[in-house]
């Protein structure tokens, strides 16, 4: 029985190993041939970009390898202590063996985009007293809405990282790629799995979606309704971002003056144009924009709308904090642990210069290795001073703000009592 099913194994993972070849070579041509669609001279810039396309196109396939193994050798492992009963998830089928990419969040973004973008076509007027008066005031809103959902994702993420700690039924680390992975897997399988069964795709999500929903009031005008719906998709998208695999990062932080290489203006033309807010937020993905993901601005000229104080909603706490404080004094951060052995018990005490605001949501991380248990865990903190079991030899601590990881140091004193 055993031999069926290594054999079973083995074949499921040459037909993954030759479905991921498959993908890599469509995907490489496809990339290649909307290269000279674009342009029938190429420059050595759509020479790199073409590069850095076919790196990721093979680092995403690799990833799916990579995350296929893991689960196969975790089920080996489950069988050979008997403990069946306790798997977590079933693979059915090879095209379940996926996880959040940044073209998946590629393609969220330009569907998001194109109708955001038809969606303000309706607020054009040429009879209004200021050029781009209406248009102004309806993208304030969408800023406003883009920064309510990049907070609301940050809640989300964490939300559904809990309940992946509660399945796993232990404290886990998630700068661990494997989990990070496998926890992608598990939220992308999950919504596919509410849209076969016909629910809502974001069901699971519900819940922190309607707590920090914008519109708590019964609001039935269009603009509203398309605004809601806004909130949601890219709650869902940012949300994506921070599980996607190359990571895709989230800016909202751009330049005074417009520039074409690094935003996207569809309302004003011409030179001399100044950013008077962020829309919608840059999306970077190995260090380049995804297609769609500059930073969408609204701009001003000289007898075109502004707003003298555009009045955006704040993004989280964290960015807050790092604009007024941390980035001053970052590179001087100091973070120690010292552990004392005592006749009682083994004593710790965090060592820092971290000022940390009162309302600012934060924690340390403790990573430690178990001796009797010969396996390494973590649990986290808000305390400088603490107790632990003797057993446990600390490895590595981290300071966690706004659900980010700010500094790690593996700056461990052991002391003994005099």
């Known amino acids: 029985m ?32 909307d290269l000279i669609k674009r342009s029938s001279y190429l420059m050595k810039s759509d020479i790199e ?52 990419t940044s073209k998946d969040i590629q393609e969220e973004n330009k569907e998001i985009t194109r109708n955001f973008q038809n969606e303000t076509y309706n607020y054009m007027n040429i009879n209004e007293k200021i050029e781009n008066e209406n248009a102004a005031k309806f993208l304030r809103y969408v800023a406003q809405i883009s920064r309510i959902a990049y907070n609301t994702s940050h809640k989300l993420l964490k939300e559904m990282e809990e309940k992946f700690m509660k399945l796993k039924k232990t404290k886990i680390s998630f700068n661990d790629e494997d989990i990070k992975k496998e926890f992608s897997f598990l939220m992308k399988s999950s919504e596919k799995e509410n849209q076969i069964k016909g629910k809502n795709k974001f069901k699971d999500y519900e819940n922190i979606l309607n707590k920090e929903n914008p519109f708590k009031n019964k ?18 998208m940012y949300f994506h971002c921070h599980i996607a695999f190359p990571l895709v990062e989230i800016d909202f932080k751009t330049e005074e003056n417009f520039n074409s290489e690094k935003m996207i203006d569809f309302i004003n033309r011409g030179k001399s144009r100044k950013v008077n807010f962020v829309i919608l937020p840059a999306l970077f993905s190995n260090g ?54 005592k006749n009682t018990g083994k004593y710790v ?55 980010k990881i700010v500094i790690s140091s593996d700056k461990i004193k052991n002391e003994n009592e005099n």
């Open 349 to 403: 005490v965090i060592n820092t210069n971290i000022v940390i605001p009162e309302d600012l949501e934060y924690e340390f991380l403790i990573h430690y290795f178990d001796n009797n248990k010969n396996q390494s865990f973590y649990f986290d903190t808000k305390s400088r001073s603490f107790e632990i079991e003797k057993n446990w030899d600390i490895k590595k601590i981290e300071f966690k703000l706004g659900g």
């Open 49 to 100: 970009k073409l590069l850095n396309d076919i790196f990721s196109i093979i680092s995403v396939e690799m990833d799916k390898l990579s995350n296929y193994l893991l689960i196969i050798n975790e089920n080996n492992d489950a069988n050979k202590n008997e403990i069946n009963k306790n798997k977590e998830y079933k693979i059915e089928t090879n095209s379940e063996l996926n996880i959040f």
């Open 219 to 236: 609001d039935n005008s269009k603009e509203k309704k398309y605004l809601l719906n806004l909130y949601y998709n890219l709650t869902i």
């Open 2 to 33: 055993r031999k069926n099913n290594n054999e079973k194994t083995q074949k499921s993972f040459l037909n993954q190993t030759n479905q991921a070849k498959t993908n890599i070579k469509i995907l490489i041509q496809k990339a290649y041939k």
């Open 288 to 341: 380049n924009f995804l297609q769609n993901g500059k930073y969408w601005v609204f701009t001003f000229c000289k007898n075109t709308f502004k707003f003298e104080d555009a009045m955006i909603e704040p993004l989280n706490d964290l960015l807050e904090f790092e604009n007024n404080n941390y980035k001053y004094y970052k590179d001087n951060l100091q973070l120690e642990v010292i552990c004392t052995n």
